[in-house]
C-alpha cells in the first residue's frame, strides 16, 4: 500500500470518497473481513490521490480490484 499518511483532500472529495466507500462495502457478502474493508479503502484513497471523483466509479474501481486480489 502506498503511504496516504500526508495525503491531503479538499471536503468534497472526501464526501466523494465516503459515499463510494460505504456503497462498496455495503455491497459485500456476510460476514464482511476486515481485510477487504482495508482493500477497498485503499483502492479509493489511489484512485482519488490519481484524480478521479465519480462515486460509481471509485466505487466500481475498488470492488473490482477486491476481485483481482482475491484470485
Not at 479538499?10 to 463510494?20: D, G, K, L, R
Not at 474493508?37 to 483502492?43: C, F, G, H, K, R
Request: hydrophobic share 50%.
Amino acid at each position: 500500500m502506498k503511504d496516504f499518511s500526508n495525503a491531503s483532500f479538499p471536503p468534497e472529495v472526501i464526501s466523494v470518497m465516503e459515499v463510494a466507500f460505504d456503497a462498496a462495502v455495503a455491497s459485500l457478502p456476510e460476514p464482511v473481513h476486515s481485510g477487504h474493508v482495508q482493500a477497498i479503502a485503499e483502492s479509493i484513497l489511489r484512485a482519488a490521490h490519481g484524480g478521479e471523483r465519480d462515486p460509481n466509479v471509485l466505487q466500481r474501481l475498488a470492488l473490482l480490484e477486491l476481485q483481482l486480489i482475491q484470485r
